[in-house]
């Protein structure tokens, strides 16, 4: 029986919970899309990076159809991408590590790439427990790897990170530095970029992008989508905002790394500028072979001075305490993003106050007041 409910895909193995909902198709044959106008799974569309690249891929022109468990985002962000753009995505909310739900997906839509985003992604929690990261990990990449085979699906743009560079031997970072990882989320990342070039090797058709982020931040620019995780935040800005609003004292975690001021120093990214990095990679969707590139500004900030940012911009005070380094971090990690430049033509455009300032602007439209 199939039960309909709004706009919303609820896949369940289960079939006392199987719900599916059909909506608008936005379907075309693939032999009438330009090379501007693709059918795009974006998995783990409703996160912070996913849903700032959905808008742009859906305002670019492209059919976006979104998978998402809603695990650390929320379903209002499909309600937000509509009112920004006037187009609404069609939304799956399942679990990507199975292998029926994925294989469902692709065969309800005849997709010319996929955009894979979904996954845990926080260092310290990789720490404690690594076995779920890297079975939800990798399985979900499998998953999606499979189906995308059995269905021709030939393009695959990859969500990796700068954590794969592990501690670097030496700044700026640039793409054919060796590769390692200090955490185990790290490690799932560095483990599916191999088994891209292995698949790279095995079928020359296929057009594999890497795309190696460093730290995003800020928000679209009208507060309605933004970094908004559920439970306790693992990142540095939502941690910041919400002691700038007073709810907590804000933990710095190491004050000795080997860095101007003592605490790490990462190359910030505003979040915009990275997913305007994705639709410049769909330049290369059917160029054949693996393309890595670093997402970054190629400046590095520290913990401290994007406090100090933030509250010069914004003009309110962030109280913080020096505690103990958190395992698996390290120094400093910035990227070479020439690369990226030359090739697709990415340029990060916005600088530590746009990302300070958008960002505390989404936090206020979604707190309604603050203090």
């Known amino acids: 029986m199939i039960y309909c409910f709004g706009d919303t895909i609820r896949i369940r193995t289960d079939p006392v919970w199987a719900v599916c909902v059909h909506i608008q198709s936005l379907c075309k044959s693939r032999h009438g899309r330009n090379e501007i106008q693709m059918k795009i799974l974006v998995t783990g569309g409703t996160g912070f990076i996913g849903s700032h690249t959905s808008v742009l891929l859906l305002q670019s022109g492209h059919d976006v159809v979104i998978a998402d468990n809603l695990?650390?985002?929320?379903?209002?962000?499909?309600?937000?991408?509509?009112?920004?753009?006037?187009?609404?995505?069609?939304?799956?909310?399942?679990?990507?590590?199975?292998?029926?739900?994925?294989?469902?997906?692709?065969?309800?839509?005849?997709?010319?790439?996929?955009?894979?985003?979904?996954?845990?992604?926080?260092?310290?929690?990789?720490?404690?427990?690594?076995?779920?990261?890297?079975?939800?990990?990798?399985?979900?990449?499998?998953?999606?790897?499979?189906?995308?085979?059995?269905?021709?699906?030939?393009?695959?743009?990859?969500?990796?990170?700068?954590?794969?560079?592990?501690?670097?031997?030496?700044?700026?970072?640039?793409?054919?530095?060796?590769?390692?990882?200090?955490?185990?989320?790290?490690?799932t990342k560095y483990t599916i970029e191999n088994i891209l070039r292995d698949l790279a090797v095995a079928d020359s058709s296929l057009s594999l992008t890497i795309l190696r982020y460093f730290n995003p931040i800020g928000a679209h620019e009208s507060g309605l989508i933004g970094e908004d995780p559920n439970g306790i935040p693992n990142n540095l800005m939502p941690l910041i905002m919400r002691a700038a609003n007073g709810e907590m004292t804000l933990s710095v975690f190491g004050n000795d790394y080997n860095t101007p001021d003592g605490t790490g120093v990462r190359d910030y990214i505003h979040v915009m500028d990275l997913a305007d990095g994705h639709i410049k990679a769909l330049s290369d969707y059917d160029k054949p072979g693996v393309h890595t590139y670093n997402l970054g500004t190629g400046h590095g900030y520290s913990v401290l001075e994007i406090i100090n940012a933030f509250e010069k911009v914004n003009g309110v005070k962030v109280p913080y305490t020096i505690c103990e380094r958190r395992p698996g971090d390290i120094d400093a990690c910035y990227a070479d993003p020439t690369k990226a430049k030359n090739e697709i033509g990415f340029i990060a455009k916005h600088g530590i106050d746009d990302m300070c300032r958008d960002a505390w602007h989404y936090y206020k439209m979604q707190k309604g007041s603050v203090r």
């Open 71 to 187: 695990v650390n985002s929320k379903p209002t962000v499909i309600d937000s991408i509509e009112k920004i753009t006037n187009r609404r995505p069609k939304f799956y909310e399942c679990d990507l590590t199975d292998e029926a739900i994925c294989e469902q997906i692709f065969s309800e839509n005849d997709f010319d790439s996929v955009i894979h985003f979904a996954g845990l992604k926080a260092v310290g929690e990789s720490v404690s427990i690594p076995l779920e990261y890297y079975k939800n990990n990798l399985l979900s990449t499998l998953n999606v790897l499979m189906s995308m085979r059995r269905h021709g699906c030939k393009s695959f743009i990859f969500s990796s990170s700068a954590t794969v560079y592990g501690n670097p031997h030496a700044l700026p970072i640039t793409e054919d530095f060796p590769l390692s990882y200090t955490n185990p989320y790290g490690g």
